[in-house]
Antibody, heavy 122, light 109 residues
Framework: QVQLVESGGGVVQPGGSLRLSCAASGFTFSSYGMHWVRQAPGKGLEWVAFIRYDGSNKYYADSVKGRFTISRDNSKNTLYLQMNSLRAEDTAVYYC???????????????WGKGTTVTVSS | EIVLTQSPGTLSLSPGERATLSCRASQSVSSSYLAWYQQKPGQAPRLLIYGASSRATGIPDRFSGSGSGTDFTLTISRLEPEDFAVYYCQQYGSSPPQTFGQGTKVEIK
């Protein structure tokens, strides 16, 4: 079945770095754009970043622009989020999610992982 | 950036009742690129509606979406026990960021 599994979360000090991964299975990963969305404790959803199915276009929320980098390896069916210069306000559950339409861009998200928790604290 | 404002913040209803959730955009949402998601505690969001009114795969027909421009509505015709959750609207499409509303909690009265 279609599945997304995030990993790489943990506790990191302010200013530190972390790389999240999202392993995809059950669908043709290379045909779909992918997103990262986060949710701070007790808060709502915040879209973080998007990468086109072929990696040619990337978009970021202003809150992470210049600090986070989204990438993908279609040969490994894996999505990544490199997070640098982490701040306390980056503390959240990070979800990866799949675009609804193949070969689309910035579509609704129809499949979500269970999320991985990132805590930025000294 | 398009700001989405959802109302009410909390809706207290009984099973079997009708729920009407509102999502208002700060500017017109192009091509009705508006989606609704449901999230239960400890779970990832689930796509319910896209294109303002199209139900996602497997979504029961008691869920319906309507609206255009800046005003959108999610209606749950008859609340089932499993429908008590938080609902988010989201605008998507060609202009990032893909913003979400702050959410409406539907709770059991």
């Amino acid at each position: 079945q279609v599945q997304l599994v995030e990993s790489g979360g943990g506790v990191v000090q302010p200013g530190g770095s972390l790389r999240l991964s999202c392993a995809a299975s059950g669908f043709t990963f290379s045909s779909y754009g992918m997103h990262w969305v986060r949710q701070a404790p007790g808060k709502g959803l915040e879209w973080v970043a998007f990468i086109r199915y072929d990696g040619s276009n990337k978009y970021y929320a202003d809150s992470v622009k210049g600090r986070f980098t989204i990438s993908r390896d279609n040969s490994k069916n894996t999505l990544y989020l490199q997070m640098n210069s982490l701040r306390a306000e980056d503390t959240a559950v990070y979800y990866c999610a799949k675009d609804l339409f193949w070969f689309g861009e910035l579509c609704p998200m129809d499949v979500w992982g269970k999320g991985t928790t990132v805590t930025v604290s000294s | 950036e398009i700001v989405l404002t959802q109302s009410p913040g909390t809706l207290s209803l009984s099973p079997g009742e009708r729920a009407t959730l509102s999502c208002r955009a700060s500017q017109s949402v192009s091509s009705s690129y508006l989606a609704w998601y449901q999230q239960k505690p400890g779970q990832a969001p689930r796509l319910l509606i896209y294109g303002a009114s199209s139900r996602a795969t497997g979504i029961p027909d008691r869920f319906s979406g309507s609206g255009s421009g800046t005003d959108f509505t999610l209606t749950i015709s008859r609340l089932e026990p499993e429908d008590f959750a938080v609902y988010y609207c989201q605008q998507y499409g060609s202009s990032p960021p893909q913003t979400f509303g702050q959410g409406t909690k539907v709770e059991i009265k």
